[in-house]
């Protein structure tokens, strides 16, 4: 496998970038090596600078749910393109956008454009706090919900991936009105509620955590939350950023049918292109300014190419039997990496929900953030190396979920069985 263009551009990168990416978890840092540089996608693959082809389990961190380059999101991104990039003034492809996403989302009555999932949350929580008039936000330990400084405490992804506790340039004051709690403990939540619960503005969960590597909730978790949040008068905020359009048209909300007062959306609604949004309830959202006096604003909020490219990505997600062929795939795959390492006896837990899985390299369960800390993380880097040699690009961290797109074929996922195979048996 020829890496030399790949190592000349990285060396490169080093000395122009910090840490030669734009993203910490890109750099390779947890598995050791260096990474390829991406030159092209196409489907289900990826190549990088010196011509090798990888079959693509990170699909950009989940927007290209219907794989790389996909011709009629290219066809709408150009189209749209042609007619000017932005505006800074209303155009109609935002009000189909604002309606695609209410009809799908069962809790979002209104929402807004923004240009990433970082600034949805953020802005998610700013009215959370304008509308309750309370400070404090409960999130879950390894939850990743962008990188505001509020959210960075005990926060997943990257930070997991690089055993960073909080973050420095992170005011005390920042970090003091966050509550971190553990994931799927509902009597954690409860006694928090209990004790001071009049301070709480918002609880902000991601329904299905996909920042740790995958980890569903446990049954009633996300019930829980909703009655205890209700109770007490704080905002339930579901950051779908990852799981909306992933998990199904209606999100994890619809999934598990709990409806959040607020929603937090990114990755699949921009098809690949810098978006974000964040919607909930009439009364909630008309806080915003020019309606209300919560501030929030953004020059590309709403451009109409990214939103071109969101748009037709959704058009083309209302044909069911997308989900259920992503599904099935996934399974197979989930189903095949996890069958390889136990018939070489090494202990892995494995998740999956929808088109996301994790193969964890522990006996388990894994439930929160603390358990899925006890996984052996060199096995995941030696196994990570091995399946890139074989052209098998995943997340390089274990804190990552993989994601199958509808570009997957069952071609792709059997070869990548074999792969894993392969390397499982020279281990055993
Ligand atoms: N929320 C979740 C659940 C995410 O997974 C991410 C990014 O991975 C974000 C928020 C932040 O989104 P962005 O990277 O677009 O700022």
Redesign the pocket.
């Known amino acids: 496998m020829k890496t030399d263009k790949s190592k000349k551009l990285f060396e490169k990168a080093v000395g122009l970038i910090p840490g030669g990416v734009n993203s910490p978890v890109r750099a390779f840092k947890a598995v050791g090596g260096e990474p390829p540089f991406i030159q092209r996608g196409s489907g289900s693959k990826i190549f990088d600078a010196d011509g090798n082809e990888y079959i693509d389990y990170v699909g950009s961190?989940g927007p290209l749910i219907l794989g790389h380059a996909h011709p009629k999101v290219l066809g709408a991104i150009s189209e749209a393109a042609q007619n000017g990039l932005t505006f800074g003034a209303p155009t109609e492809i935002e009000v189909e956008m604002a309606r695609l996403i209410t009809k799908a989302m069962p809790g979002v009555e209104k929402v807004r454009m923004v240009s990433?999932?970082?600034e949805a949350?953020m802005s998610a929580l700013r009215l959370s706090r304008g509308f309750t008039g309370r400070t404090k936000i409960i999130k879950f330990d390894g939850c990743?919900?962008?990188h505001s400084d509020s959210m960075l405490a005990a926060a997943g992804?990257g930070v997991a991936t690089l055993g960073i506790a909080g973050s420095p340039g992170v005011t005390d004051g920042a970090a003091e009105d966050t509550i971190v709690l553990d994931y799927n403990d509902l009597e954690s939540v409860e006694k928090t509620f209990e004790r001071m619960g009049e301070d709480i503005a918002a609880l902000i969960v991601?329904p299905v955590a996909?920042?740790m590597g995958l980890i569903p909730p446990t049954e009633g978790f996300l019930e829980g939350l909703k009655s205890l949040t209700q109770k007490s008068g704080a905002l339930l905020i579901f950051?779908e950023?990852?799981t909306g359009f992933r998990l199904g048209l209606s999100g994890a909300q619809g999934f598990y049918d709990v409806k959040p007062d607020l929603t937090?959306l990114?990755k699949i609604i921009g098809g690949g292109l810098p978006v974000?949004a964040f919607g909930g309830r009439s009364d909630v959202m008309d806080q915003l300014a020019p309606n209300g006096p919560v501030y929030q604003a953004g020059t590309l909020s709403g451009n109409p190419v990214s939103l071109s490219a969101g748009l037709m990505t959704l058009k083309l997600l209302a044909d069911k039997a997308i989900y259920s062929q992503l599904d099935e795939r996934a399974k197979r795959l989930s189903e095949g990496l996890e069958a390889a390492a136990t018939a070489a006896k090494v202990d892995v837990f494995s998740t999956r929900l929808g088109s996301m899985s994790t193969v964890f390299f522990t006996k388990g369960p894994v439930i929160d953030y603390k358990s899925a800390k006890g996984s052996d993380l060199k096995a995941f880097a030696s196994f990570f190396k091995a399946m890139l040699k074989r052209g098998i690009y995943l997340a390089p961290s274990q804190f990552e979920a993989a994601f199958i797109s509808a570009a997957h074929s069952q071609e792709d996922i059997d070869k990548t069985v074999r792969a894993a195979e392969e390397y499982f048996l020279e281990l055993s």
């Open positions: 961190y990433s999932g970082t949350v990743y919900h962008g992804s991601e996909a920042n950051d950023v990852i937090c990114g974000g």
